[in-house]
């Protein structure tokens, strides 16, 4: 079992910046392909970047390509996503999910590839 605790959202104006973090236990995160997910008030949950279990792979919707920057911590368990040149369409409850995988790694996309979700955190941004 992988609980995962997302932080670091909160309001900032248009253009501006937030990191968010998100923490896992267990003592294999490297074996994990981890994602970040964005739901916004009655919408459905979409996925917004992927990274491997290494860091050395990474994955992201067109909407924030360029934007936002995944990447992983796997001696401190934390997988992060850096969100620049936010934008009033950005605001949602973002999530972190987690699945594990062995082999070779694919980016998962969609809700259901997932096992294991954080509670979510939500973004703001001010026009």
């Known amino acids: 079992q992988v609980q995962l605790v997302e932080s670091g959202g909160g309001l900032v104006q248009a253009g501006g910046s937030l990191r968010l973090s998100c923490v896992a236990s267990?003592?294999?995160?490297?074996?994990?392909?981890m994602g970040w997910f964005r739901q916004a008030p009655g919408k459905e949950r979409e996925f917004v970047a992927a990274?491997?279990?290494?860091?050395?792979?990474?994955y992201y919707a067109d909407s924030v390509k360029g934007r936002f920057t995944i990447s992983r911590d796997n001696a401190k368990n934390t997988l992060y996503l850096q969100m620049n040149s936010l934008k009033p369409e950005d605001t949602a409850v973002y999530y972190c999910a987690g699945t594990y995988y062995v082999g070779s790694y694919y980016p998962r996309r969609t809700v259901s590839e997932y096992d294991y979700w954080g509670q979510g955190t939500q973004v703001t941004v001010s026009s």
């Open positions: 267990g003592r294999t995160f490297s074996s994990y392909a």
């Open positions: 990274i491997n279990g290494i860091g050395g792979s990474k």
